[in-house]
């Protein structure tokens, strides 16, 4: 990872060495004032628990659902390298993974009535978001067409999270407990969208790139700092977080 | 540009490649299967097959009965054991059964779990009278408390653990219901005696049952086993009916009351519109269902065989068979006599003195609130009472 960062840094570094004579041909109106993007992108990303516990096996299938945002940036330059951004960033995001587990420690509540204990088999989640997140992001210019950015965020979210267990089985309890089968064609079904927090901070981090006068290509990563989870949800063991990047176009005004 | 996001996606997919972690050991430490080694297996039982046994993961307590004479103080088990689990006394070593059962520890691979099994190799003395009485007085709450389990007194005093219920796969499905509400539980007192009876009802099954679809539960009782492995995978192998039987049953009598719950659902939770069930033709009103059956009870390669709730009707092995009419409305409210006489004749099969001796022929008593309870099919609230049911035997030859 580390040396990951390290090549995106040198890259850059390259890249604003060479463009140095360029300010004025790609700096807009923006430079020591006022601008404003409109952005829109593709999301892909998920919800997951970091890292990976040993119960989970294997994924079997991952794909994201409905990833889209647009969003308004307002910008403020105060010199040539620093500068700030705040605005709505609006989003409908989604995904669908099967994976595979072992001894997969859960449990399931309805009404008064609850069963828990540890499932191997095939789990299905299909979990969408739709909300809106507001970044409070410090910008610097590494060139004059390469801008990072980074700050934290809060993000207002409707959830769906839900799916179903299959071609399986639980062990009542605790591994010693008796064993009930789950049938594909029989799935056990589970819904935790109440579960999940409406209100979500994190840490948002990405890039701009210039492309073109008044059109940048943008890239980015919502990274959420409290679990997806309310802390009283004790169901599945391990706390999940929000992750999600997205990638798009972004006009200048 | 097109390189640089390639790179990037390698990254990602080599991130997300390493983040799986090493297979953890097995945590489970079951008992499978037990298969007796005897150098005379017919010195033991009358069925060679009998000698080994499958073992449900609800089970802690294996009983093998053996035939009077058999030698119990050095007998070779061996064991099927979870993948990575430890069993001690170690599988393949012989043991003296004769004091009473020798118990096992099975540790999992993982070290952290570990389940205790008693083994019972026991000389079965049982004596089938020649009318067999079932008074539904003996119950007991199950070792947690949870829900009710029957028995019955064997004519030689010993305890006869014949009856099970779909009472385990109702406590999957709410785990906050208290004893009286399960399906099936006793009623102290008001049978046909004054004393205790049988109260079988149709209930709900609340989220988990909508859950997974099934949104009922008939009460029911049955001579034989309820396995919960496959309360939700495949409920109809879940009931095991039957239990080995020395005698010819010829007719079955018993008191019992019915009433019908209000409205008769089927599996998606959809009004019921009418039609077939087992065997029965059903309209939108719920109809219980009491049967005996009398049969076969060694498949073609030896090995056991039980009747499950979808073919305990129709089986090819069934010799005879003994079932409340249908064909008029069973509701009373009060204690009625059924007397019903054993069906040889559709069957057309003789029953071999020997073989009965042998214990190749078994037999099963099922009730049930409601007829299509096997296929969640019902009423909520039918309710079935049935009290002090009596198996009339053939009269044994009395030797001279």
């Known amino acids: 990872m580390k040396r990951i960062l390290f090549a995106i840094c040198a890259f850059a570094v390259t890249l604003s060495l060479a463009a140095q004579e360029k300010w004025e041909k790609w700096q807009l109106s923006q430079l020591n004032g006022w601008g404003v993007d409109v952005r829109a992108g593709y999301v892909l990303g998920g919800t997951t628990p970091l890292p990976l516990p040993p119960e989970i096996r294997s994924m079997e299938s991952y794909k994201p659902q409905q990833g889209f945002m647009w969003g308004v940036d307002v910008t403020r330059r105060f010199n040539k390298r620093w500068g700030m951004k705040l605005g709505p960033h609006f989003f409908m995001q989604g995904m669908k993974v099967v994976a595979t587990v072992k001894n997969y420690h859960m449990g399931i509540t309805q009404g008064d009535d609850y069963v828990e204990g540890n499932y191997t088999g095939t789990d299905v989640t299909n979990a969408k978001y739709l909300g809106v997140t507001i970044p409070v992001d410090a910008t610097f210019n590494l060139s004059p067409r390469w801008t990072v950015f980074a700050g934290p965020y809060v993000s207002f979210i409707s959830p769906i999270f839900d799916g179903e267990v299959y071609d399986g089985y639980l062990r009542e309890g605790d591994p010693t407990g008796p064993k009930i089968e789950i049938a594909s064609d029989t799935p056990a079904t589970y819904d935790f969208s109440d579960d999940m927090r409406n209100v979500q901070v994190g840490l948002n981090i990405g890039f701009d790139w210039q492309a073109v006068r008044h059109v940048k290509v943008f890239g980015m990563l919502d990274w959420g700092l409290n679990p997806a989870f309310r802390s009283d949800f004790k169901t599945i063991e391990f706390k999940m977080y929000h992750l999600y990047a997205s990638f798009g176009l972004a006009y200048s005004l | ?400």
């Open chain 2, 1 to 400: 540009m097109k390189s640089k996001y390639l790179l990037a996606a390698m990254a990602g997919a080599a991130m997300v490649s390493s983040c799986f972690q090493g297979e953890p050991q097995n945590s489970e430490c079951d008992i499978t299967q037990v298969t007796l080694s005897l150098n005379q297996p017919e010195d033991y039982f009358y069925n060679p097959a009998d000698t080994m046994q499958l073992v449900s993961t609800a089970d802690s307590v294996i009983t093998f009965y053996m035939r009077k004479g058999a030698d119990l103080t050095s007998i070779t088990p061996k064991f099927n054991i979870t993948s990575g689990a430890v069993i001690s006394p170690a599988s393949g070593v012989a043991q003296d059964f004769s004091q009473g059962p020798v118990y096992y520890v099975v540790t999992s691979e993982d070290g952290m779990w570990n389940r205790r099994y008693a083994l019972n190799c026991m000389l079965d003395t049982t004596m089938i009278a020649d009318t067999v009485r079932y008074t539904f007085d003996n119950y007991e709450l199950e070792p947690n408390g949870k829900f009710y389990v029957w028995y019955e007194w064997n004519s030689d005093e010993t305890r006869n653990d014949c009856w099970d219920s779909g009472n385990p796969g109702y406590k999957i499905a709410r785990s906050s219901a208290k004893p009286e509400e399960y399906p099936a539980v006793p009623v102290s007192t008001g049978g046909v005696d004054g004393g205790p009876y049988l109260k079988l009802e149709t209930v709900a099954t609340g989220g988990f049952g909508n859950m997974v679809n099934m949104r009922l539960a008939a009460g029911n009782l049955f001579i034989g086993s309820f396995d919960a492995t496959f309360a939700l995978k495949d409920q109809m192998q879940a009931t095991c009916f039957g239990r080995t039987f020395t005698r010819k049953p010829q007719k079955l009598v018993g008191w019992y009351q019915y009433k019908r719950g209000a409205s008769m659902q089927d599996r998606a939770g959809k009004p019921y519109e009418g039609g077939v069930i087992a065997g029965v033709n059903v309209s939108t009103a719920d109809m219980p269902d009491i049967y005996a059956c009398f049969f076969e009870g060694v498949a073609e390669d030896g090995s056991d065989y039980l009747l499950h709730g979808d073919d305990a009707l129709t089986s090819p092995k069934l010799v005879a068979l003994a079932r409340i009419p249908h064909n008029y409305s069973l509701e009373t409210n009060q204690w009625t006599r059924f007397e019903i006489d054993f069906d040889y004749e559709t069957y057309g099969k003789t029953v071999d003195p020997e073989l009965l001796a042998n214990r190749y022929y078994k037999f099963a008593l099922v009730m049930s609130s409601s007829i299509g309870g096997a296929e969640f099919i019902g009423a909520v609230g039918s309710t079935l009472l049935i009290d002090n049911v009596e198996l009339i035997c053939e009269e044994e030859e009395k030797e001279q």
